[in-house]
């Protein structure tokens, strides 16, 4: 795990991981400009299963932070002309979650098949699948959603972190009523894929001043500081 991620953030400064227990872990960063990317750059996973990472602030303890939010970059198809503004993706975004911003390259002069909203999500629950929305007056009609670097959900329960194979849902009901709701349709494409060996980066650790990000795996937890 400390291999993975240091390969994919490949720190400036250097991180150093401390696990705190199970499933819970500090990173401690050498540099602002090393957290930021971090951030911004999340979700992270290992072994199919997604970080969620979240700042420490001075005098915080990491086993009392709550690791339930989760920034992600969801894909929305199916919008129609007269809905590309500024206002409609903050607005879809509050309805997945809560939004956090509207990718730039959402409204330039070239078309594109989808726009781009990332979101803070709640990982307790169902993800949502689509929208209906119409212009005043209009029809209504529906808009989907693809999220971005979700490895791993469940068909039944729509739930980030394990598959339907595991979900407490399948001992609710009978074999014959089950239905998946949810589907890899929901998975967006991979954008990139790197495949470094991260030990380069790796740093012994000094408990240096505030410099730390607690972190989990599960849907994986974790805390950035």
């Not at 970059?73 to 919008?79: E, G, M, N």
Request: net charge positive; aromatic share 12%; charged share 25%.
């Amino acid at each position: 795990m400390k291999q993975t991620f240091a390969a994919l953030w490949r720190p400036g400064k250097g991180v150093y991981v401390r696990e705190i227990e199970p499933n819970l872990y500090l990173f401690q960063f050498y540099h602002e400009l090393d957290i930021k990317r971090v951030l911004e750059g999340s979700p992270w996973s290992s072994n199919r299963k997604a970080l969620i990472i979240s700042r420490m602030k001075e005098g915080d303890v990491p086993r009392n932070i709550s690791l339930n939010k989760l920034e992600l970059w969801v894909q929305v198809y199916d919008l129609r002309v007269g809905f590309m503004s500024e206002r409609v993706p903050k607005e879809i975004g509050n309805y997945i979650g809560s939004f956090v911003e509207s990718c730039s390259k959402n409204f330039t002069g070239t078309w594109w098949e989808y726009l781009r909203v990332r979101v803070s999500i709640d990982v307790t629950q169902p993800l949502k699948r689509k929208m209906k929305i119409r212009q005043s007056g209009a029809e209504w009609f529906w808009i989907n959603f693809k999220y971005e670097n979700v490895r791993t959900l469940c068909f039944i329960c729509g739930i980030m972190g394990h598959s339907e194979k595991f979900g407490s849902r399948l001992f609710e009901m009978a074999i014959y009523e089950i239905t998946k709701p949810y589907g890899a349709w929901m998975r967006a494409p991979l954008r990139h894929k790197i495949h470094h060996i991260g030990s380069k980066w790796l740093r012994e650790g000094e408990e240096v001043g505030d410099r730390n990000t607690a972190a989990s795996e599960g849907v994986g937890k974790s805390t950035a500081a």
